[in-house]
């Protein structure tokens, strides 16, 4: 519904996507490579999240002219999706489904939001940064601590205490800007035992 309204951008790693100060971006959606999101208000940051391929953004501003603006860097070569403001109205006016889309993905947001904010369960983030980490190692794609912070919505100590222990238990080998899968069967134990919605 919206990827057949959308025009396609190509941004290569460090590219600006959005600026803070932007209220005409957009629905945005990553269809390869990775996105820095942040939403910040002054120096101050509010929430940041890596996004990476399947992930639209953008839809809050949309919608509440109230919102806080945030802002957007491609984390490495990435296509984006764009589809205007005017588009993303009439579509949602005219779509339920699409509304109803939309509405799940500010739900998400809102969790990972409390999530981050609450510090989150240790058993969902480690599902969670097992699962993320088992991804990237599938497909190819380099992560740093930081990157896999904002991935799942946590601090970087939290992951960095989590890799210590499972490098420790020898699941996982870390490197600068890396983590090497090392038990894989391990890490999907990890992953299956308390999945969450996100």
Known sequence: ????????????RGDLIVRRDSRTSGFLGVLDG????ATEAGAAKYFSSLLGPRQWFGETILLDSHALPFR???????????????????IIQSDTRALLAVTRLICVRQRQVLASAAGDDDGVVSSRLARRVIEASDTGTRMSQSDLADLIGVQRLKV???LMRWTQA????????SVRVIDREALEEISASRRDAS
Do not use: W
């Open 72 to 90: 957007a860097v491609a984390a490495d070569d990435c296509e984006i999706a764009a589809v205007s403001p005017r588009s993303f109205q009439k």
């Open 160 to 162: 960095n205490r989590l």
């Open 1 to 12: 519904m919206f990827l057949s309204n959308a025009t396609v951008r190509q941004y290569s």
């Open 34 to 37: 990775h996105v820095r999101y």
């Open 170 to 177: 020898g699941i996982v080998e870390t490197g600068y800007g």
